[in-house]
C-alpha cells in the first residue's frame, strides 16, 4: 500500500488495519514455536504417574 494514500486519509482507519495486520503477522509465528515447544516439553518431560 501507498504510504501517501495512508498519510492522506482524514480517518486513519486504513493504517490502523496495516498496523494491526503487521502485528498480527509478527505475532503468530511465535505462538506457533512457542506452542510446539511446550508440546515437546510437555511430551517428553511430563512425570509418570503409576
Known sequence: M???VLESEDGQSTAKGVNDGIVYLMVIP??????IGFAIYMKYFKKKKI
Open 2 to 4: 501507498c504510504r501517501a
Open 30 to 35: 511465535y505462538l506457533l514455536v512457542g506452542g
